[in-house]
């Protein structure tokens, strides 16, 4: 080599090592959380709450200068996908953030059980990242992680199963027919639900509740994600005349639509929803339709429990929006992983799951604590408790358990 050219050679040999020592430099300073959820369709209200909540949990971290892993600070960067609801999108984006971004741990989904279904079978392939889903809580998903644990090792279901769903409504009935506060005329039981694993997995669980109790459920009457047209499935149960009727709706359009034409037709049924309800919109929308509804959860209650009033009120301060449980589903969920990180003293994936497994963690919605056979979040009055409210006076008031309740049960006034 000529000694012109060596000069050349050693700047080059130099050049490369820069470019390939500075992405590591860079990736071991942050640590980037891939987000799949529904930003846009039916259900992207609450896709955009858990996002606004889970960013503002990481802007709080970062902060304070980030996260502790072992001495050295790590700064948090979220990257979000919109998966606008459907399975297929979910693992297209996955695969996305994974192959291109590169991202150290998957969120997937953030909101949707059927997403999560999809999603989660990547994690096999990718075992060195772990995986986690937020919000979805079909019992299918730890159901398929307690048939093969060792293939889900890397997965983490932060929420409780539909099951917990199912005892809630099944018990509150029960408290409500022992208190001789509802008299069954024949013991049945129907469902309206949206057709997803979230929807056909609370009915499923719910009706083999009351089943072994001695009920007869007369219908399960799915429809699609976002449906709001409910006057054929009414009709339907105005003929059955069931003494229980249960709602399951993501969608906050379709549990409005189903409260206005359930007054409208004259259904005398009991009412009891899941999930949509939470919503602050809900009682806003459905107006004189949502007084006297019963439903499940209220596990956010800033202006009852004190220790979610001071996230509750960040985030109104930051978004400009009313603030509901999603947005604490994203603050907690973002923690979770933070805590985990901060306990395991490092980044790299296999010590994260390691210290995700070993989880004891006091969220804003309850304390989490993994199963370590399904890697679903335990629900229960010391986990993640799962209480009954009811609408009155356009206001929700806990109504069950009684040992938490802010209120008592008042009649339904359509029930004959």
């Known amino acids: 080599m000529s000694e012109l050219r060596k000069p050349m050679a050693l ?163 029960k408290w409500l027919v022992d208190g001789q506060q509802m008299n069954p005329k024949t013991k049945t039981v129907a469902f309206v639900v949206e057709d997803t694993d979230y929807g056909r997995s609370n009915a499923n669980d719910t009706k083999a509740l009351f089943e072994a109790d001695g009920w007869k459920s007369v219908a399960i009457e799915t429809v699609p994600l976002g449906h709001t047209d409910f006057y054929p499935q009414m009709n339907k149960l105005k003929s059955l005349k069931p003494d229980v009727v249960v709602t399951v709706f993501t969608a906050l359009g379709s549990g409005v639509a189903y409260a206005k034409q359930a007054q409208e037709i004259g259904l005398t049924a009991t009412q009891m929803a899941v999930y949509y309800p939470l919503r602050p919109e809900f009682i806003q929308q459905a107006g004189k339709a949502s007084e006297g509804l019963l439903w ?36 907690d969920g973002v923690m979770i992983i933070v805590n985990a990180i901060s306990k395991a003293g490092s980044t790299d994936g296999k010590k994260v799951n390691d210290a995700l497994s070993k989880t004891d963690f006091k969220g804003i919605l309850g304390r989490y604590v993994f199963d370590p056979q399904g890697h679903n979040a335990k629900d229960g009055p010391e986990f993640m408790p799962i209480p009954t409210a009811q609408i009155q006076n356009g206001k929700n008031s806990v109504v069950w358990p009684s040992n938490v309740a802010t209120g008592k049960y008042v009649p339904q006034a359509w029930v004959k």
Do not use: C
């Open 11 to 173: 700047l080059m040999a130099l050049t490369m090592l820069v470019l390939f020592n500075a992405p590591a430099a860079e990736a071991a300073d942050t640590y980037k959380i891939g987000v799949v959820a529904p930003l846009t369709g039916p259900t992207a209200e609450a896709g955009t709450a858990i996002k606004q909540g889970a960013q503002m949990a990481a802007d709080e971290v970062n902060a304070k200068g980030g996260i502790d892993a072992g001495g050295k600070k790590v700064k948090l960067e979220l990257i979000f996908e919109d998966d606008t609801g459907k399975p297929e999108v979910g693992v297209s984006v996955a695969e996305k953030l994974l192959g291109r971004d590169k991202v150290n741990l998957l969120v997937g989904d953030a909101f949707a059980s059927s997403v999560t279904m999809a999603i989660m079978e990547l994690a096999p392939k990718n075992p060195e990242i772990p995986f986690v889903s937020w919000e979805p809580v079909s019992s299918a998903i730890t159901a398929k992680v307690r048939k093969d644990t060792a293939k889900y090792a890397n997965y983490w279901k932060f929420d409780f199963d539909s099951t917990g769903y199912a005892r809630t409504v099944f018990n509150t009935i």
């Open 296 to 331: 499940t959860p209220l596990s956010f209650a800033p202006n009852e429990i004190a220790s979610q009033k001071s996230m509750a009120d960040n985030i109104k301060a930051k978004y400009k929006v009313n603030v509901n449980s999603d947005h604490a589903s994203g603050y």
